[in-house]
């Protein structure tokens, strides 16, 4: 049985005959909810479970073939939890709870370091949660565990950080510089006042102006905002005055978010659902603008200046995100046929008995719950890291990595280019502008019955 979420993948028989109407029906599916599901890593954490025996860290390390590494620190604690939001954040401001686990890090960072200590790393990212959040002297900490016990190179590593308009400072922001952070991501979402309370962000557009001031004087290479549309009570002229808000100070990167909301987020799909959907027309209202500032589109949400970067000579490191090392909880960590994390969960309760599992612990040497990639979901991965992106699939890539050919093993992919929202050209499958507006609902299709019985089958605590 097939519901209108989730259209019927064609197979090669069906394919061989892939008539006109076929190829309408399938587009009509795809393009009736384009908001389904973000793919922001596949399989999604709600694909993991318990991996019996663990699997001793030293072993996958040892064995992983990337040519250099990616370095994640997950910082899960914010001021307060924002309405949309199902990552794995704590709203607790508590100096000593913070420090008790950056102790935490420090120590998984000390037995991590043995196993991954035999590649370089390209990138570095802290995430959350909201980093800043940290005391300065935390924070700091943060970048001499990256560069004393994992052994970072910050010369020549691109190095990111997520921020919020009310923890940055003038103290934290120096920091930020001695360590040659590159890029600088703040969460803002909505110049409007109303809206961000709408979303329990009370943030004052002040506050917002303040933080972007401050950022300005320190001129980072990138400076990234994020911006969400489909807000509760926002219109498209809202929407288009947040973007000229942003614009304004000229960054050099932008993502925009549809919002989402789920049944355990604190914004409802309910509530959602009584207002006319209007995230279509703000991302065209979004692409339009960004263009005509020079902005070139590279996802459905990235928009950056063509020259955005660092002048750091950095290593070469994959988009598909293999080799990712991920310290902290709540961080994933990617080989590439083992993905694995501390549990996945969004309540309090969840969230704080979790960290304190973790924060508690006397080892961290073993992967005790993630997901083994099959031969099939390492190749759905691969695509899907590519295609989503505006540098497409490159078909010999494929071929190159996995023996076979992109349309042996899926032959359905054929439906995007007799749709329309794909393009092959030069042997690169690329979704073309309006396909790249259906990224959700073309990655929700492309997921396997097996990622998708186990998402399925989750449970949030
Ligand atoms: S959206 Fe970001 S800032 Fe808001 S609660 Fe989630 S992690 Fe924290």
């Known amino acids: 049985m097939t519901s209108p979420l989730h ?25 009736a909810s384009p908001y389904r599901s973000y793919l922001y890593s596949y399989p999604h954490k709600t694909a993991y479970g318990d991996l019996q025996p663990p699997l001793p860290l030293a072993e996958l390390w040892q064995s992983e073939p990337a040519e250099s590494f990616f370095l994640y620190m997950h910082i899960p604690f914010c001021g307060a939890r924002c309405g949309f939001c199902n990552l794995f954040t704590l709203p607790d401001k508590r100096a ?53 016990i994992m052994g970072l190179d910050t010369g020549t590593t691109s190095i990111s950080v997520e921020t919020s308009p009310e923890t940055i400072s003038v103290e934290k922001l120096d920091i930020l510089k001695d360590a040659a952070v590159d890029r600088v ?37 990138v400076l990234n905002l994020d911006l969400i549309y489909g807000l509760p009570g926002q219109t498209v002229e809202s929407w288009v005055y947040s973007l000229n808000r942003a614009l304004a100070y000229a960054p050099e990167e932008i ?3 549809p919002l989402y909301t789920r049944e355990h987020t604190i914004v409802k799909p309910d509530t959602i659902r009584l207002q006319e959907d209007i995230r279509i027309e703000c991302y065209n209202a979004a692409c339009e603008l960004l263009e005509q500032h020079g902005y070139r589109q590279y996802s459905m949400r990235r928009f950056a200046k063509e020259a955005a970067g660092t002048d750091k000579p950095i290593l070469d490191y994959s988009c598909q995100e293999e080799g990712m090392v991920g310290l902290g909880c709540g961080a994933r960590s990617y080989t590439r046929n083992v993905h694995y994390a501390s549990r996945y969960g969004v309540s309090r309760k969840a ?8 924060v508690a612990a006397e080892h961290y040497d073993t992967a005790d719950y993630g997901i ?31 023996g076979t050919t ?37 990655g929700d299709w492309f997921i396997s019955g097996e990622i998708r019985g186990r998402m399925e089958r989750f449970v949030l605590p």
Do not use: N
């Not at 993948?9 to 029906?25: A, F, I, M, P, T």
């Not at 759905?380 to 699939?393: D, M, V, Y």
């Open 7 to 31: 259209p019927p993948l064609l197979h090669r028989e069906d394919l061989l005959s892939l008539s006109g109407e076929k190829v309408r029906q399938w587009k009509a599916d795809i393009t």
């Open 96 to 148: 000593d709870v913070h420090t008790r686990y950056v102790d935490a890090l420090e120590r998984q960072a000390r037995e991590w370091s043995a196993f991954t200590g035999h590649k370089p790393f390209a990138r570095f990212a802290i995430g959350g949660g909201t980093p800043t959040l940290l005391a300065a002297d935390q924070l700091r900490r943060l970048f001499s565990i990256a560069v004393d």
């Open 185 to 221: 991501s703040m969460g803002i979402q909505s110049f409007v006042a109303a809206e961000s309370a709408a979303i329990y962000r009370p943030q004052q557009p002040d506050e917002v102006y303040r933080a972007l001031e401050l950022l300005g004087r320190y001129d980072f290479p």
């Open 255 to 257: 993502f925009i978010y």
């Open 351 to 358: 969230t704080e008995s979790i960290i304190a599992d973790y």
């Open 372 to 402: 083994m990639l099959s031969l099939g979901e390492q190749k759905r991965r691969f695509i899907l890291k590519a295609i989503l992106h505006s540098e497409g699939l490159a078909l010999t890539d494929y071929s190159g990595r996995f």
């Open 406 to 442: 992109v349309w042996q093993d899926f032959p359905e992919l054929a439906l995007l280019p007799a749709s329309g929202l794909a393009r092959e050209t030069d042997g690169v499958l690329r979704l073309t502008p309006e396909g790249l507006g259906y990224s959700d609902s073309i």
